[in-house]
T-cell receptor
Framework: DAKTTQPTSMDCAEGRAANLPCNHSTISGNEYVYWYRQIHSQGPQYIIHGLKNNETNEMASLIITEDRKSSTLILPHATLRDTAVYYC????????????FGTGTRLQVFP | NAGVMQNPRHLVRRRGQEARLRCSPMKGHSHVYWYRQLPEEGLKFMVY????????ESGMPKERFSAEFPKEGPSILRIQQVVRGDSAAYFC????????????FGPGTRLTVL
């Protein structure tokens, strides 16, 4: 079962920042926070991951609270193409790991 | 560098037939994962393979489903005697190594069982 909790859906205006929260209160010390998204009918796409420090790449920023019990994915300037289901996933970095997807957050970006 | 390729993209089978889904990982990747997505649901892990070896099949149904990743050629997910409940999107992902490396997903095969 997924160990994360996300809102079912969110809306965001085009050009504004989209802030997607994720709760993972039972995270263990060696679990990473990963974010993937799935645009309608396509395969999931990796976005970003982190352990305890905030991370930024060309797609997004990841803010992890100091106690690591929650995190926020930030899309700084959302576009219509960012409309997708966003999954927050905890992973142990070991050989047999697999991705355990929850229900995710359905982000709708509107004009 | 081509991404993960899956074929066919769409597959229609009648109940009782066999379905064979193929996945060619990214060049240089030797780790393959299969996931299934039922309509309106999230993805569920099925099986994780390295070349010629099944590493984790904890998500595979006990009957009718099998997977292989031969030394040469694509990974194959085989479903025997399909039933309507097998209708789903099947996604393959590959990674360079295991141990938490990023998984790159293919476009999926949509199986419809009539």
């Amino acid at each position: 079962d997924a160990k994360t909790t996300q809102p079912t859906s969110m809306d965001c205006a085009e050009g504004r920042a989209a802030n997607l929260p994720c709760n993972h209160s039972t995270i263990s010390g060696n679990e990473y926070v990963y974010w993937y998204r799935q645009i309608h009918s396509q395969g999931p796409q990796y976005i970003i991951h982190g352990l305890k420090n905030n991370e930024t790449n060309e797609m997004a920023s990841l803010i992890i609270t100091e106690d690591r019990k929650s995190s926020t994915l930030i899309l700084p300037h959302a576009t219509l193409r960012d409309t997708a289901v966003y999954y927050c996933i905890l992973r142990l970095r070991k050989d047999t790991d697999k991705l355990i997807f929850g229900t995710g957050t359905r982000l709708q970006v509107f004009p | 560098n081509a991404g993960v390729m899956q074929n066919p993209r769409h597959l229609v089978r009648r109940r009782g037939q066999e379905a064979r889904l193929r996945c060619s990982p990214m060049k240089g990747h030797s780790h393959v994962y299969w996931y299934r997505q039922l309509p309106e649901e999230g993805l569920k892990f099925m099986v994780y393979l390295q070349k010629e070896n099944i590493i984790d099949e904890s998500g595979m149904p006990k009957e009718r489903f099998s997977a292989e990743f031969p030394k040469e050629g694509p990974s194959i997910l085989r479903i025997q005697q399909v039933v309507r409940g097998d209708s789903a999107a099947y996604f393959c992902a590959s990674s360079l190594t295991g141990a938490g490396n990023e998984q790159f997903f293919g476009p999926g095969t949509r199986l419809t069982v009539l």
